[in-house]
Every structure is written in C-alpha cells, then in structure tokens.
C-alpha cells in the first residue's frame, strides 16, 4: 500500500513568474475522486477542474468514469500500462487528447503517468500518440538525441537523452520552461535534477540564452517550452 494524505486541494504553483523545483518521488500519495486513483498535484487551479500538472498512480484495476477534457489533456506513460477504448499505452509512451475527446482510462496491470490537464492552447486540436521507444530519435548539432513530440506556434514539446559524460546546452529563448526527468540526473548551475524531479522556470521578456548542463550517467527528460 501506498502512504495516502487527504487535503483540500486549493491553488498551487500557479505564478508562472516563479521559479518551481519539486522531488515528486518524496511527495505524498493524495486520493482522487475515485479509489485506486493517487495523485501527486504539482500545480493546479481548483481543486477538481482547470490547469493541473500531476503525478497520477493508477493502481491494478482502477478505473475513472468517462469524461471529456476541457482545453485537452497531455500524458506520459511513466510506468506500467495505461488504457482506454482505444488501446493500451505502455511506458514511454506520449499522448494528446484535445478538448472534444471522450474516454474512460484504466490499467489493469498499474500504471504511474505524468498529466497535464487544461492546457492546450486555442485552435491546438491536434490528437498525438506516440510510441516514444521505437520512434526514430536524432542527434542534434549538440551530440544530443532528441525525439519531437508536438509543436504548436511557439509550444515545442520534446524528449532528450544525454549520452554519459554529456557537457552541452538546452537552447531557451523565452515563453517559459517546463522539464520532467524521467532516468537519470541532469546538472546545470543552479543544481542537479535527478529522476523525478519536476522543473518549471518562470517566462521571461528576454531571452536567457543557452543554460550549460552536464550528465554523469545516461539521462532521459521530457522537456516543454514556450508555452506558459
């Protein structure tokens, strides 16, 4: 079993102007609305409804009603496998499910996922699965492979894998930051972000230029930016 805290879940992390750094892997378990559903809140709006980035445990089993998504919904498969009526979604994988799309989720077997829930932006109804461990990844100029997961004006959605022993850059030029590490430890100036870390820097008018990092060992994150 897991360690469960239930609290009212009232705004939080909701100054895009602030810089927010979360361990989510030392946070407490919350409960959902529906048993069997736990939930890390990372930020969120209301307490069931608007903007919300969370960590969400699906235990063997569970499941949620159907329900549609206002302004969509982002998922990253983390762990185990996450279904729907459309199929199974297995670890690694990233999904975009606009404003419109109707589903019931559940995981027979478990599943942990990161999500993103009333986010998208106006006329972004694009619907986007894909199987990031067989998709064709590719190194950029900075000896970094990366894989595009969606673009929309100035929103770009990636994951990056850094090779051990990296020293690079990850380009950033404004409209906020958002990164989640899924392996591994990524390092830059202002500290190292192991697995599980969540990292989202402010927006900013000016463009902060390149941020130097360095990985140890063979790292993986999700990365967002300019979007906020």
């Known amino acids: 079993m897991h360690p469960v805290r239930n609290e009212n879940l009232l705004m939080l992390n909701m100054d895009f102007d602030k810089r927010v750094l979360i361990a989510t892997r030392a946070l407490e ?26 960590i969400v445990r699906y235990e063997p089993g569970a499941q949620f009603h159907a329900h549609n998504h206002p302004l969509g919904e982002e998922i990253l498969v983390l762990e185990g496998t996450f279904s729907d009526e459309t199929g199974d979604y297995h670890a690694g994988c990233y999904f975009r499910n606009p404003e419109g799309f109707r589903h019931a989720p559940f995981s027979k077997e478990g599943a942990l996922i990161l999500v993103k829930l009333h986010q998208f932006q106006e006329e972004d109804d694009a619907h986007v699965v894909i199987q990031t461990d067989i998709a064709n990844w590719k190194e950029n100029s900075r000896g970094v492979e990366v894989l595009p997961l969606h673009t929309f004006k100035r929103e770009h959605v990636t994951l990056e894998r850094w090779p051990a022993g990296t020293q690079s850059t990850r380009p950033f030029a404004g409209g906020g930051e958002e990164l989640f590490v899924m392996s591994g430890a990524l390092e830059d100036a202002l500290g ?28 993986v994150f999700w990365r967002k930016t300019g979007h906020l």
């Open 29 to 54: 378990w919350q409960n959902s609305p529906k048993p069997g559903v736990l939930r890390k809140p990372l930020a969120r709006e209301e307490a069931e409804r608007g903007h919300a980035t969370s």
């Open 192 to 219: 190292v972000y192991p697995a599980g870390t969540w990292l989202r820097n402010p927006v900013t008018g000016g463009d902060p230029g390149d941020i130097a990092c360095t990985v140890a060992e063979e790292t």
